[in-house]
C-alpha cells in the first residue's frame, strides 16, 4: 500500500522491494505529503476504498497462485519461510533487514520529520507513515503528536490494577496487566455489542489504537517509577513530543536520551507480521478482539526470553564479562568467554536472527548512535568488540544461520550509559515501540476485513503416514 494515485508530489528513492532479486535494483516512488489536510482518521477514510478495491482485485485474480511449497521441516521448525500471512506495514528482505512501508531505517531517518535538525526522526511520522504509506509534513506529525497527547489520560482504576500486583513482579507482568485494565474503555466492544456493520469495524478500531498508542508509554511509565523510583510518578508534559515525553516521565530529561528514545521507538516499533508479537497481534485480532485483548496476547508473546526479553538478557551477559574479566578484557580473554558460554548450553544473546542473513540495520543505527554521542563508554567498546569476535565463533561452530548481531545486541549499552539501567525493564520499552505496528496494523486487518485466522494442523502420525505415501510413489 506504499503507491497511492491521490496525490500530486512525489520523491524518488532507490529501494530494493519485497523478496524477489529480479526487483533488488529497481526504482520506487514513495509518496510525500503534500496534502495540508492535518487528520490521520480522514487520509485514511480516502485511502480504503482504493486498497480495498486492490485486494478484492488480488483475490479474484490471483487467489490460485501457489506461493512456495511447505515442507516437514517448516511445519516442525515453527513455520520458518512459510509465506502466510498478509502484513502491510512493512517487510522484512533477509539481507538488508526491514523496510517501513518500503523505506529503508536509513531512508526513514532522512525523509522523516525530527526534533531538531539531523536528529533522529519522530515515532509520530512512522506511525503515519505506517498507516498511510506517505511520509509525513512536520506540521502533520505535530498536529499528530498533540492529538496522542490529548488522548493520553489514564483511569485511575488502570493504576489501581497495577498496585494489586506485588511491587517485585516482572515489569512485562505489570505492563500487560495494565493494558488489560485499559480494555474497560474499549471503543470497538462498545460498537460491536451496539451492532456495527463490519464495513465500520475499521473506525472504532481506529479509535482504540490511537488511544493505545497514546496511554501505553504513561502506563510504563508508571510501571518503572513503581518499581524504581519509590512510586513516585512524573506527570505527562503534552508540550514534548511522544519519545521526549515517555523519557521524561521516566524521570530522563537529558537531550541525548529524549534523542535515543525516539530513534529506540522507531526502530522496535515493526518487524514485518511474522515475529511472535506481531503475529500474536494480528491472531488475537483476526477473532474481533479488540485492540487491547490483542495487544496484551502481543505484550505476552513479547515477554518470551526467544523474543522481547532477550534485550534484557543482553546488558546482564555483557555485565557478567565485565564482573569476571574487567572492562579492559581483551579479543582473545573475549573469544575465550564466549566459547564459555557455548560450551555451557547457553546461546550468546543478540546474535543471530530467524529471518536476517546479514546484521541487522537496527544493530548499525545504534552503533552510528554510540559512535556520535558515547564513542568513549566503556561498555559501547565492549559491544565493539564482540562484533568482531562473536560472529567468527559462531561460524567456526557451523550450527548457527546468521552469526551477526540483532537490534537487542545494542540497545542495552545505549540505555544504561543515559542512567537507565533496570535491565528487566527494558522488555516494556519493547512493548511501548511495539504498539505502533501491532495497531497500524490491525486497523488495516479490519479495513481490508481479513479472515479469521485457522492455519491446519497435523500429528506425528499424520506426518509419518504422508512421508511414507510421499516416498513411494
Known amino acids: 500500500m506504499v503507491f497511492f494515485r491521490s496525490v500530486s508530489a512525489f520523491t524518488r528513492l532507490r529501494s530494493r522491494i519485497g523478496q524477489q532479486s529480479s526487483l533488488s535494483n529497481s526504482v520506487r516512488w514513495i509518496q510525500m505529503q ?19 478495491d486492490r485486494l478484492k482485485k488480488l483475490k479474484s485474480e490471483h487467489g490460485k ?7 516437514v521441516d517448516m511445519v516442525i521448525g515453527g513455520m520458518r519461510g512459510m509465506t502466510g500471512l498478509l502484513w502491510e506495514t512493512s517487510l522484512l528482505d533477509p539481507e538488508e533487514g526491514i523496510r517501513f512501508r518500503g523505506l529503508s531505517i536509513p531512508e526513514c531517518q532522512k525523509v522523516l520529520p525530527a526534533a531538531q535538525s539531523g536528529g533522529e526522526p519522530l515515532p509520530e511520522g512512522l506511525l503515519w507513515l505506517l498507516l498511510t504509506g506517505k511520509v509525513p509534513s512536520k506540521e502533520q506529525v505535530e498536529a499528530l503528536s498533540k492529538d496522542l497527547a490529548n488522548r493520553a489520560a489514564v483511569p485511575d482504576y488502570v493504576y489501581n490494577a497495577i498496585d494489586a500486583l506485588p511491587s517485585t513482579a516482572h515489569p512485562m507482568t505489570q505492563f500487560a496487566s495494565g493494558v488489560m485494565a ?15 456493520h ?134 582473545d580473554q573475549l573469544k575465550e568467554y564466549v566459547w564459555k558460554t557455548l560450551n555451557s548450553g547457553k546461546v550468546v544473546p543478540g546474535y543471530g536472527h530467524g529471518v536476517l542473513r546479514k546484521t541487522d540495520p537496527r ?34 561452530l557451523g550450527k548457527v544461520k546468521n ?32 504498539s505502533l505496528g501491532i495497531c497500524s496494523q490491525l486497523i488495516w486487518d479490519r479495513a481490508l476485513g481479513l479472515a479469521l485466522e485457522r492455519p491446519k494442523s497435523v500429528t506425528m502420525d499424520w506426518l509419518e503416514a504422508h512421508c511414507k505415501k510421499a516416498s513411494s510413489a
Open 34 to 52: 503534500s496534502s495540508t489536510d492535518m487528520d490521520l482518521k480522514s487520509q485514511l477514510q480516502e485511502l480504503i476504498p482504493e486498497q480495498q
Open 65 to 71: 497462485v501457489q506461493l512456495g511449497n511447505i515442507t
Open 182 to 196: 485499559l480494555q474497560v474503555q474499549s471503543e470497538f466492544q462498545k460498537a460491536y455489542e451496539n451492532g456495527i
Open 198 to 331: 463490519k464495513s465500520k469495524f475499521w473506525e472504532p478500531t481506529y479509535e482504540d489504537c490511537l488511544n493505545l498508542i497514546a496511554r501505553v508509554p504513561v502506563v510504563a511509565a508508571y510501571v518503572y517509577r513503581r518499581m524504581y523510583k519509590n512510586g513516585d510518578s512524573i506527570p505527562s508534559d503534552k508540550s514534548l513530543d511522544y519519545g521526549a515525553n515517555f523519557s521524561h516521565m521516566l524521570g530522563f530529561d537529558d537531550a541525548k536520551m529524549k534523542e535515543l528514545m525516539r530513534l529506540y521507538i522507531t526502530i522496535h516499533s515493526d518487524h514485518e507480521g511474522g515475529n511472535v508479537s506481531a503475529h500474536t497481534g494480528h491472531l488475537v485480532g483476526s477473532a474481533l478482539s479488540d485492540p487491547y485483548l490483542s495487544f496484551a496476547a502481543a505484550l505476552n508473546g513479547l515477554a518470551g526470553p526467544l523474543h522481547g526479553l532477550a534485550n534484557q538478557e543482553v546488558l546482564l551477559w555483557i555485565k557478567s564479562v565485565v564482573e569476571e574479566c574487567g572492562e579492559n578484557i581483551s579479543k
Open 363 to 396: 544493530y548499525v543505527c545504534q552503533r552510528e548512535f554510540a559512535l556520535k554521542h558515547l564513542p568513549d563508554d566503556p561498555l559501547f567498546q565492549l559491544v565493539s568488540k564482540l562484533y568482531e569476535v562473536v560472529p567468527p565463533v559462531l561460524t567456526e
Open 403 to 434: 552469526p551477526w548481531p540483532n537490534v537487542d545486541a545494542h540497545s542495552g549499552v545505549l540505555l544504561n550509559h543515559y542512567g537507565l539501567t533496570e535491565a528487566r525493564y527494558y522488555t516494556v520499552l519493547f512493548g511501548v515501540s511495539r
